[in-house]
């Protein structure tokens, strides 16, 4: 059985909703195959309020998290990783408010050794490791580094005061989208990062995630296990089409194989990124050889 994705969504691009007890939602409206009906921003707490990933440069989004703050006063800015969906609208909300920003660090891949989708130009003022603690009033979130989407990723596991809710409560970012699996692009993105990344958050066994693209998901536990289940058996699928290949062969040459014939064609440059990834970790653990390009089983 395969993931139980949540694709139910309605909540309209600037409006406000209430997720869990201190915590708002606002959907960009920057819908698009990897992105779902768009980015999901969070507004942590009240009167002071930290954001959490304000997404794209995007006037309307901007506006929508300033009313949905008016009245209160902004002082932090999270960043969950430097993708363009989430992290260009930092610097219009600094402008608009002052508030410090906080995250990993710069992007990790430079411009020039490639890359998709990067924003290069945020640079945190203040830089998180991973089991870092940040607090508001009733609550905490502890940053944890979670490589494998993105080599700057992180997700925030919520500490709220158990008086208003338990713990179990992650922001998971673009690491665990509720409505679809996540991208794995190298350079920067990395197949067996985003496996340990993926097994680390198994074991905190929330109760309910909060993800970049997606409404949440109330049943995460059996959720990621089906995740890291479809991820290892499409590595499975990987090494049988390499066999079939039967010698040195692209990951582009392979998404028919692997993905099958229904995959959708404006899809197939993003399998094929992520066969690469699987291709990558494959050869690194001695069941692949690589030369440039190409690869084939040992």
């Known amino acids: 059985m395969g993931p139980e994705f949540r694709r139910d969504d309605s909540l309209a ?51 929508a998290i300033l009313r949905a703050v008016d009245g209160e006063r902004v002082t932090r800015i999270l960043v969950s990783h430097t993708h363009r969906d989430h992290s260009p609208g930092v610097a219009p909300l600094v402008a608009a408010t002052g508030a410090e920003t906080l995250g990993f660090g710069p992007h990790m891949t430079p411009p020039e050794e490639g890359g998709e989708g990067a924003d290069h130009a945020f640079v945190p003022e203040r830089r998180l490791a991973d089991g870092e603690a940040v607090e508001g009033d009733g609550w905490r979130v502890v940053a944890l580094h979670t490589p494998g989407h993105c080599a700057n990723h992180l997700c925030f596991a919520l500490e709220a005061d158990p008086a208003l809710a338990p713990e179990g409560v992650l922001f998971s970012a673009d690491h665990v989208m509720s409505w679809s ?7 920067d993105g990395n197949m067996a990062d985003y496996m340990r ?55 582009a040459a392979l998404v028919p194989a692997v993905y099958g014939p229904a995959l959708e064609q404006r899809l197939m440059p993003a399998a094929a990124r992520s066969l690469l990834a699987h291709l990558v970790k494959l050869a690194e653990e001695g069941l692949a050889v690589r030369e440039g390009e190409l690869f084939r089983r040992v």
Do not use: M
């Open 181 to 187: 699996t996540s991208v794995v692009s190298p350079p």
């Open 13 to 63: 691009p600037g409006e406000v909703e209430w997720v869990a007890p201190g915590v708002r939602r606002i959907l960009c409206g920057n819908p698009g195959p990897f992105t779902y009906r768009g980015t999901n921003t969070y507004l942590l707490g009240r009167r002071e309020v930290t954001v959490l990933d304000p997404g794209p440069a995007d006037d309307a989004q901007l506006a």
């Open 197 to 251: 990344s993926l097994e680390r958050v198994a074991e905190r066994k929330d109760r309910l995630l909060l993800p970049g693209h997606g409404p949440a998901h109330d049943d995460p536990v059996p959720f990621i296990a089906a995740l890291l289940a479809h991820r290892r058996e499409r590595e499975a699928r990987v090494l049988e089409a390499l066999r079939a290949a039967g010698g040195a062969t692209t990951a």
